[in-house]
């Protein structure tokens, strides 16, 4: 069992900045991918970053350019630095992970983002 802690998560204005980060209990050795996912009232749960074992980023077209993905393999963390916040990304994120071996995956409890004109 793969523990995922978030935090980050707050209420902030449009153009402000957010940085979430995801510490999982697993070896990041062990995780073929690590990638945050956000789900808005009313709405299907999509991916909004992803990165890859080799270290590949992929990104959600609404994002590309204003959020980045990043991992400390030492403290088995990822971040999601989100610049440029607009209303339409008020949501809740969740962090994922899924393991090489078992190719079992994980969710976190999820962390609110609120931003507000």
């Known amino acids: 069992q793969v523990q995922l802690e978030e935090s980050g998560g707050a209420s902030v204005r449009v153009g402000e900045s957010l940085n979430l980060s995801c510490r999982a209990s697993e070896s990041v050795v062990r995780i073929q991918n690590m990638a945050w996912y956000r789900q808005a009232p009313g709405k299907e749960r999509e991916m909004v970053a992803r990165?890859?074992?080799?270290?590949?980023?992929d990104y959600a077209d609404s994002v590309m350019g204003r959020f980045t993905i990043s991992r400390d393999n030492a403290k088995n963390t990822v971040y999601l630095q989100m610049n440029g916040l607009k209303p339409e990304d008020t949501a809740m994120y969740y962090c994922f992970v899924d393991l090489i071996f078992t190719g079992r995956a994980y969710w976190g409890q999820g962390t609110q983002v609120t931003v507000s004109s």
């Open positions: 990165i890859r074992r080799g270290g590949t980023k």
